[in-house]
């Protein structure tokens, strides 16, 4: 396991569990090649695989075009004539676009170095090796360090870039992608998790076919449209078997992830910030740092691949003290009053919760400033004291007392130009001066590229949190960027804004975990749109998606859950008929849904019926008795009502396989028939289970081969959780 460098092969071997990654250094050019990636191998002598055109070595070839245009790449560069998509693309100050990058020296060692400003996987000596690889190009004067880290328990690999103008004169980076997977098109289909509001993350899987296709945003933030993931899956892979190839952005602004297949069976899939809108300068001895990129090999499948995903960000990834606690069940007021509070409204709720034993109220947007509805006042974060007398301070004291704690939503990134942040610094907002700005929702970005508009932003956000005992933050984010301008940035220098934002996004967050070190902060940003590793970097949860209805929920948890582990997802029981669909379901089924996430309720707990209060206790008993098996545990999914159109299944066993649950839900029923069966997956086959429904014993084995008989359920939308529990001599 670990990294070598095979100096008679000229081989840099990358070693996890169950897969290698061989990088070459081919001959006198020292151009550094993809040999190989996939399952073990013991070999270094993979050089072969990067002739892919020619078996003529460099010193007859090197100088022809058709030889770049073909050399599987480590870090393609645009100029040279290689005409894929390349991860470097420069501009000198006299217009010189070429770059290529050769190969220097390298280091290896233990541990992961962290990338400043940036969100990334963190691991010590004893979790992963590190390899760099210096290259330069000499006419540019300019030094790129290939970053590599090889997980030693785990079938993960990151990667990233530094770049430095190492050179006299200044230069523009017009690209600086993060990873490239130059290698051979073994029949693959093409995997993305496309969607729009109420409809995040929908697990997308089509034949690749020649040409360019992949995913991206331009929109400043990863998007409800796209997530920055992709997977190539062979077209024969199901969830335990077939190859899969992912790749996943740790970054939360424009991304490009782009898949080229060439009719020569060739394929190339880069990784990185989106090269469109985007533009660095670098002045002589300055230096820019990549986002980091994951890469998930597994030959198990696509079950496999997300396993590898939960552990590498479980405790790779989420950081903090809420890491490993189990996160508090939860009502959000959002649903149940929208803007229309006072304390004793919420008082009333709380009250009503903590007689059934949940353990936080969140109050959301509209305790600020003279927020009435979504036309005024972000920016002013001030409390509105006609709607909360005594301020936060008595809320949070009277809600402690009830023996539950408070969370507070708040907006920090955004302005309404209703607001007198607005009116005192309109310079504050991202807009160009002789254009009326685009609004969204009524309101605008803060520049959050300045130094000045975060520390105000800051300031006012340190008060409100310092006033009263708050334990838990939704940083909620409610719009796209457009008219992208800063005041503080050159002409020259505006290709930087967006990143420039995102860092800002980041800074922020990480002084807000400094000095609030106990905090939960749960990110948000209009349902679902900055569900990234990015994010997770900073709040060990995000909001999912606005949409909450049931049917739809299993849609978007599904495609969510194939990459991020469900201790991040954030999922509540909604009012009914559903606010965002107008659907019914049974409250049971809502809160079984709800279950396997980051637990809550996101209604108006005191219009329930006494029946539905009285099903709340038995649910936060679930949540705590089976909440840390879904959080911490391995996930199979079993079924798939988007596949099926009938029902939903997935499980989670303990890492010891000595506890299973199933959450199972019948969407639609069906005639009476043969009941169907479910195959459990990843039970000890030689240990024996309960069924704790019927009691009955079997072999794990017979559990899983045999499977699991379906209750029949009449009616639509029923759901039921299934135990299955080893029955020790
Ligand atoms: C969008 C979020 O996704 C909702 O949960 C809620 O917090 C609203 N914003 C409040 O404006």
Request: glycine share 10%; with cysteine.
């Given at each position: 396991?670990?990294?070598?460098?095979?100096?008679?092969?000229?081989?840099?071997?990358?070693?996890?569990?169950?897969?290698?990654?061989?990088?070459?250094?081919?001959?006198?050019?020292?151009?550094?090649?993809?040999?190989?990636?996939?399952?073990?191998?013991?070999?270094?002598?993979?050089?072969?695989?990067?002739?892919?055109?020619?078996?003529?070595?460099?010193?007859?070839?090197?100088?022809?075009?058709?030889?770049?245009?073909?050399?599987?790449?480590?870090?393609?560069?645009?100029?040279?004539g290689d005409f894929r998509e390349a991860c470097l693309a420069v501009e000198t100050d006299e217009g010189y676009r070429t770059a290529n990058l050769t190969y220097v020296s390298h280091k290896i060692y233990g541990g992961k170095p962290p990338?400043?400003?940036?969100?990334?996987?963190?691991?010590?000596?004893?979790?992963?090796?590190?390899?760099?690889?210096?290259?330069?190009?000499?006419?540019?004067?300019?030094?790129?360090t290939l970053l590599y880290t090889a997980f030693t328990r785990l079938d993960a690999i990151t990667r990233s870039a530094r770049i430095e103008n190492?050179?006299?004169?200044?230069?523009?980076?017009?690209?600086?992608?993060?990873?490239?997977?130059?290698?051979?098109?073994?029949?693959?289909?093409?995997?993305?998790?496309?969607?729009?509001?109420?409809?995040?993350?929908?697990?997308?899987?089509?034949?690749?076919?020649?040409?360019?296709?992949?995913?991206?945003?331009?929109?400043?933030?990863?998007?409800?449209?796209?997530?920055?993931?992709?997977?190539?899956?062979?077209?024969?892979?199901?969830?335990?078997?077939?190859?899969?190839?992912?790749?996943?952005?740790?970054?939360?602004?424009?991304?490009?992830a782009q898949v080229e297949s060439s009719h020569e069976g060739q394929l190339r899939a880069v990784m990185g910030i989106a090269p469109e809108e985007f533009r660095w300068y670098l002045s002589p001895g300055g230096a820019f740092q990549t986002p980091e990129a994951v890469l998930v090999y597994s030959h198990e499948g696509l079950g496999a691949m997300t396993r590898t995903f939960h552990d590498l960000?479980?405790?790779?990834?989420?950081?903090?003290?809420?890491?490993?606690?189990?996160?508090?069940?939860?009502?959000?007021?959002?649903?149940?009053?929208?803007?229309?509070?006072?304390?004793?409204?919420?008082?009333?709720?709380?009250?009503?919760?903590?007689?059934?034993?949940v353990e936080m109220l969140v109050l959301d947007d509209g305790w600020f400033g003279g927020r009435k509805d979504d036309h005024s006042s972000l920016g002013d974060w001030v409390v509105n004291e006609e709607k909360l007398p005594g301020s936060l301070k008595r809320l949070a004291d009277e809600v402690n007392a009830l023996g539950m704690k408070l969370g507070l939503w708040m907006e920090p990134e955004m302005v309404s130009p209703d607001s007198d942040l607005y009116r005192a610094h309109p310079d504050y907002a991202l807009q160009i001066p002789s254009r009326d700005p685009i609004l969204s929702r009524w309101q605008l970005v803060l520049d959050f590229s300045r130094k000045e508009v975060r520390d105000c932003v800051y300031d006012q956000l340190h008060k409100v949190l310092s006033s009263a005992n708050i334990e838990y933050v939704k940083w909620d984010m409610n719009r796209e960027l457009s008219d992208v301008w800063s005041s503080a940035l050159p002409a020259g220098r505006q290709g930087e804004l967006r990143h420039r934002y995102v860092l800002g996004v980041y800074e922020l967050q990480e002084r807000l975990l400094r000095d609030f070190p106990g905090l939960l902060l749960e990110n948000c940003a209009s349902g679902g749109s900055r569900f990234d590793p990015g994010m997770l970097y900073y709040s060990p949860q995000i909001w999912t998606s606005d949409n909450m209805d049931v049917v739809e929920r299993l849609r978007i948890q599904e495609g969510t859950a194939m990459v991020y582990p469900l201790s991040t997802i954030s999922a509540h029981v909604?009012?009914?008929p559903s606010h965002t669909n107008g659907r019914t379901t049974p409250f049971e089924t809502r809160g079984q849904v709800a279950l396997p996430g980051c637990f809550g309720y996101e209604l108006d707990l005191t219009k329930l019926t006494e029946e539905e209060l009285s099903m709340i206790p038995g649910q936060l008993e679930d949540y705590k008795k089976y909440g840390p098996v879904f959080h911490d545990g391995d996930y199979y999914r079993l079924a798939s009502y988007r596949e099926n159109g009938e029902y939903d299944a997935f499980m989670s066993v303990t890492?010891?396989?000595?506890?299973?649950?199933?959450?199972?839900?019948?969407?639609?029923?069906?005639?009476?028939?043969?009941?169907?069966?479910?195959?459990?997956?990843?039970?000890?086959?030689?240990?024996?289970?309960?069924?704790?429904?019927?009691?009955?014993?079997?072999?794990?084995?017979?559990?899983?081969y045999?499977?699991?008989?379906?209750?029949?359920?009449?009616?639509?939308?029923?759901?039921?959780?299934?135990?299955l529990e080893e029955v020790r001599p």
């Open positions: 396991m670990g990294i070598s460098f095979n100096a008679q092969e000229r081989v840099f071997r990358l070693e996890t569990p169950g897969s290698a990654y061989l990088i070459a250094l081919i001959d006198e050019a020292g151009f550094l090649a993809h040999a190989y990636y996939g399952r073990s191998i013991p070999d270094d002598n993979m050089q072969y695989l990067t002739r892919s055109l020619s078996d003529q070595p460099f010193r007859e070839m090197g100088r022809q075009l058709d030889y770049l245009n073909n050399l599987p790449m480590e870090y393609p560069c645009r100029g040279t990338l400043e400003g940036l969100p990334a996987t963190c691991g010590g000596a004893e979790d992963c090796e590190t390899l760099e690889l210096l290259c330069e190009d000499k006419a540019l004067g300019l030094h790129v190492a050179g006299t004169s200044g230069l523009s980076l017009t690209a600086a992608l993060s990873a490239c997977l130059d290698m051979e098109d073994q029949g693959f289909d093409l995997i993305t998790l496309h969607g729009g509001w109420g409809c995040e993350r929908m697990l997308c899987r089509e034949a690749l076919r020649w040409g360019e296709q992949g995913v991206r945003s331009t929109r400043g933030i990863s998007s409800h449209q796209e997530n920055p993931f992709i997977a190539l899956a062979q077209h024969t892979a199901t969830q335990d078997q077939g190859q899969v190839y992912a790749m996943n952005f740790v970054y939360s602004g424009n991304f490009l960000y479980r405790k790779h990834l989420v950081r903090g003290p809420w890491r490993d606690r189990p996160r508090p069940s939860l009502v959000n007021n959002w649903e149940a009053t929208y803007f229309d509070f006072d304390t004793e409204k919420l008082l009333d709720i709380a009250r009503t919760a903590a007689k059934s034993g909604p009012a009914c890492k010891d396989k000595g506890l299973a649950v199933v959450n199972y839900v019948q969407v639609l029923s069906r005639v009476p028939r043969k009941p169907p069966v479910l195959h459990l997956r990843g039970l000890d086959e030689g240990r024996r289970y309960r069924f704790t429904e019927t009691g009955e014993e079997r072999s794990g084995a017979a559990w899983m045999g499977g699991l008989l379906l209750p029949r359920m009449m009616g639509d939308f029923h759901g039921k959780l299934f135990v």
